[in-house]
Each structure stands twice: as structure tokens, then as C-alpha cells.
């Protein structure tokens, strides 16, 4: 394979125009940079909080020329958004086909900011824009950037009023929304064979490319799905969360992390030994030095290298702020069933009904069978033990996360979620960015609900001792800004299980 690192920028101009438009759409593009991109032409992708008042106007202006578009124009806003995801109806090039839930969603991303990019610089009076990233981290920048906020008026092309309560008005992300820790304390880009794909940074491997599949890395897990579900309204929803400018800065910092992953070394690195991940082409949009449309692809193998093969650079990437670098296996955020076909199930605990999650802690108390406590005490015994929630159904993004404990007494508050020292009774965090786009877009969870679970065997021993007469809680604890209570749209689930797995532990 020839080394793409070595790409020429002219070449890769002509090349990457694999398909051709009809009617005003270039069937290739030109062979000559357009003026302000040379070759020599490396971009710096700055962080909003660095941008002079002058550059957020230009900023502005290029996504109100972009908004003015019909949505028709695969340069407008409307249709770049339709990329990633759309309700609106028709079938046009490319809509619907953001990568999720699996290895391809960090290369696609990049991919499409990569062309979004320089549609926005094409679109700006300067031709000198380049879009910005959003730092957040856990001890600053968590209320989204003041230019996406304030004015809070329709002059403000970066501000919209679809976002959740309180958001617009400068509240703070959780912590456990924007933290990196346990993303960066993993080495592998791939997870090892039978292990959960959130045990690796960049997510399961799919067959071939899939909208919203079901094997998420864990920085998609967090801070990205968070981040998205947070925020809410538009964000809050895989198929309306481009309209929001907000989306373009948060993903910027989503590709930063992945830079700022790579440089740590110690054997992290891309999936370049997978053929399907560097040779699989997806289609997006470039314009023209005559300002027109044309339809072009990219290839994983092609964006390995951003200042060789992208011509963009970050001015810093994210400082590691973790104690240590590890893996907190009770802290995976829980995730759909992954593990091959089991040999034996046996049903350990289970709730006499369902469960209702809104703006207050519920407790939920499931009936032990006789062969928990014993299970419990032994540690797994051999066996995988999980909670499953089956039959989740929500009508739209909740707006809040649910963390998760086994074990809690009645009325017993957790204290406030630390990464680095989470409460012994901690399972993981519920979060719905992912469970939206498979019950739009899943027709087995359309119809049944969608059903997650999480190992809990290493907590099985603390858990043994929580066991009250025949009873075991699993408390569920909202989460939502600065520690301000937030209005929940109700989460219904059907069924709430502890159960025991006849398969080897992954």
C-alpha cells in the first residue's frame, strides 16, 4: 500500500472527486487549489476561546451565507446537517449516513468536518476561517462558549434556542459529561476478542458501514454522547444535532482528543492493520473554485496524517490531567448486549415490574433467588453477572444521565460522582444519545424497547453484603447542570434484572 502520509495536496484534490453530479455539479473537481489553499497552506484549528471578536463576526457571516442556501444546495447548512442525520423528507446524496456505535465513528467525523471546513472558509468574506473547537474539560470551559450564547437573539447565528433548560444561560456540564480519563487510559483502538467494545478507545468493528450500530469506543461513550445529551434539544437527538452550530466545535474537540490520544503513546494507535477501516470510501461534499458543489469521497487511509494528508493542525492539544492511567472496569457506561450467543442463562434478581425514571433518584427492589447470595459471595463464581434493562423506551432525550448504583440502602445518597473515586456501589451511567438513535432507527428496539446491561462481577463481593432480607436496590440518580435540578422526560423500562452468565468472563 502506498504510504498516504505522502499524498501531495494537488493529487489529493484530484482524486478525491470519485463521483460524479449532474445538472451545475462538477463532475470532478478543478486541478488547480483554489488561491488561498496551496499546497504550503497548513491551517491552524484554534479553540473558540482564542477567537478575536473579528473572527467570531467572520464565523458568524459564514454560517448565515451557509443558512441562507436552499436546502437542496449540498453547500448549505440544511444539507450538511442532513448528513449527519434528518428527519425532513426525500432521498439526497449522502443524508442520513453519519457513522455511530462502532470503529468507523471517529474517521467519518473527521471526514465530514474536514469538507464542512472548507465549505465555511468558502463561504466566508476572509477565506482565512477555520473552525474552532469547544475545550472542555473537567475543571473549565463546561458551560458552553459565551459567542454560541449570548446575544440570545436570531442576530446570532451560533445561537439557537434549541438547547436544553438552562443552557443558554451559561450552566456548567457535569464533570462525568466532559471527563477523558478512562477514554485515555485505554491503549487499544479495537477491543481484544471477547472483550466489550468500551473497553477500547475507538470502538467494535462493524462488517461494513452502519448509520447507528451497537459497539461504541469509549470516548464516543464519553465525552461525546454526554456532551451531546447535556446539552439536549437539537443536540440531544443524532438526527437534528448538526442544525446547531454548537455540534461543529464540540465535534472539533472530539477529533482534538483523538490527536491528543495518539501523542500519548504506549502503543495507542489507529486501526491501520483493518482493510475495511482504511479502505472503506464515504461521500461527502467539496465546493469548487467556482464556488459549485461537487460530490467527492475519502478513505479511512487518507486521513491518518492531519497536516500531511488534511493540511490542518490544532495550536494545543488536551493535557492529561488523570491521576493514573487506568481502566475502571465498573465505570464503562453500559451498553448494548455485545458477548457471543450464551450457553445458559439463569435469572438471579428481577423486579416485579417495571420502571419509571424521571427528575428524582428512584430506587428499584428486585427479589433474590436463592442462588444470588451465593453467587454474590463468591465473586461470580466463574460466572459473568450483569444488570440488564430491558424494554427501555423514551419519547425524546431526557436531558439528564442516570448513574447508576447496586446495592444503595433505602434513602441512602450516593456522594457526588467522582471519576477517580467512584462510590463502591457504582454500576455505570445511563445516557441516551445512543438509545434515541436506535429507537428511531432499529426497528427491533422500535418495537420492543431497547435493552443495555452492564458486567457487574467485580461488584458482586461489595454488593453481597447490600443484600437486605430477599431484596436487592439498583438506585438510578439523575445528573443534570451545575447541580441545578432538571425537568426529565419520563424513561420508561419494562424490566429491570440481575442474572447470571454459564460464559467465560470477557
Known amino acids: 500500500m502506498a504510504d498516504t502520509r505522502k499524498m501531495e ?54 454560517v448565515t451565507a451557509m443558512q441562507s442556501r436552499p436546502s437542496t444546495n449540498p453547500l448549505s447548512w440544511a444539507y450538511q446537517a ?39 472558509r468558502a463561504a466566508s468574506s476572509s477565506q482565512k476561517l477555520v473552525q474552532p473547537y469547544w475545550p472542555y474539560e473537567p475543571n473549565a470551559n463546561r458551560a458552553i462558549p459565551t459567542p454560541y450564547r449570548n446575544p440570545a437573539s436570531t442576530s446570532n447565528s451560533l445561537y439557537v434556542s434549541q438547547r436544553g433548560p438552562g443552557i443558554n444561560d451559561g450552566a456548567e456540564l457535569p464533570v462525568s459529561s466532559v471527563d477523558h480519563c478512562t477514554a485515555y487510559s485505554l ?25 447507528f450500530a451497537s459497539v461504541y469506543g469509549q470516548l464516543e461513550l464519553v465525552p461525546h454522547n454526554r456532551v451531546h445529551s447535556s446539552v439536549g434539544g437539537w443536540m440531544g437527538d443524532p438526527n437534528t444535532a448538526a442544525q446547531d452550530p454548537l455540534f461543529w466545535t464540540h465535534h472539533c474537540n472530539v477529533d482534538r482528543l483523538w490527536e491528543g490520544w495518539l501523542a500519548l503513546g504506549g502503543g495507542r494507535a489507529n486501526p491501520t492493520g483493518n482493510s475495511t477501516w482504511m479502505n472503506t470510501a464515504f ?81 428499584v427492589e428486585l427479589a433474590v433467588s436463592g442462588g444470588l447470595r451465593e453467587a454474590l459471595s463468591a465473586g461470580g463464581a466463574g460466572r459473568r453477572i450483569e444488570l440488564r434493562l430491558e424494554g427501555i423506551r423514551v419519547d425524546r432525550n431526557p436531558g439528564v444521565a442516570y448513574h447508576i448504583y447496586l446495592g444503595l440502602a433505602p434513602g441512602e445518597a450516593p ?34 424497547g431497547y435493552t443495555v446491561a452492564a458486567d457487574i462481577t467485580d461488584l458482586t463481593r461489595t454488593a453481597g453484603a447490600r443484600v437486605t432480607g430477599s431484596h436487592l436496590m439498583v438506585t438510578f440518580v439523575p445528573e443534570g447542570l451545575g447541580g441545578r435540578p432538571r425537568a426529565a422526560a419520563p424513561t420508561r423500562i419494562r424490566r429491570v434484572l440481575v442474572r447470571a452468565v454459564a460464559a467465560p468472563r470477557a
Open 82 to 120: 442532513a448528513i449527519h442525520g434528518t428527519y425532513a423528507s426525500g432521498s439526497y446524496t449522502a443524508w442520513n449516513t453519519c457513522q455511530h456505535g462502532s470503529y468507523f465513528f471517529l474517521s467519518w467525523h473527521r471526514m465530514y468536518l474536514y469538507y464542512f471546513d472548507r465549505i465555511l
Open 415 to 448: 456522594r457526588t460522582l467522582d471519576p477517580e473515586n467512584p462510590h463502591p456501589a457504582y454500576i455505570g451511567t445511563l445516557d441516551f444519545f445512543e438509545i434515541i438513535s436506535k429507537l428511531r432507527h432499529d426497528r427491533a428496539a422500535a418495537a420492543n
Open 187 to 211: 491503549i487499544p483502538f479495537l477491543p481484544a476478542t471477547g472483550q466489550p467494545p468500551s473497553s477500547s478507545f475507538g470502538g467494535g468493528i462493524v462488517s461494513v458501514p452502519t448509520h
Open 283 to 363: 461521500t461527502f461534499f467539496d465546493v469548487s473554485s467556482t464556488g459549485t458543489p461537487v460530490q467527492v469521497t475519502l478513505k479511512g487511509a487518507q486521513i491518518l496524517d492531519i497536516v500531511a494528508q488534511l493540511n490542518y493542525r490544532y495550536d494545543a492539544l488536551p493535557v492529561y490531567q488523570c491521576t493514573s492511567l487506568r481502566i475502571v472496569r465498573r465505570q464503562l457506561v453500559l451498553s448494548a448486549p455485545h458477548l457471543p450467543p450464551l450457553s445458559a442463562v439463569e435469572p438471579m434478581a428481577v423486579a416485579a415490574q417495571g420502571a419509571t425514571l424521571g427528575s428524582a433518584p428512584v430506587s
Open 9 to 62: 495536496r494537488r493529487d489529493f484534490l484530484k482524486t478525491a472527486a470519485a463521483v460524479a453530479l449532474s445538472g451545475s455539479v462538477l463532475s470532478e473537481l478543478e486541478a488547480q487549489p483554489r488561491p488561498w489553499e496551496t499546497e504550503q497552506t497548513v491551517w491552524v484549528r484554534r479553540s473558540i476561546n482564542s477567537f478575536t471578536s473579528a473572527e467570531i463576526d467572520e464565523l458568524r457571516k459564514a
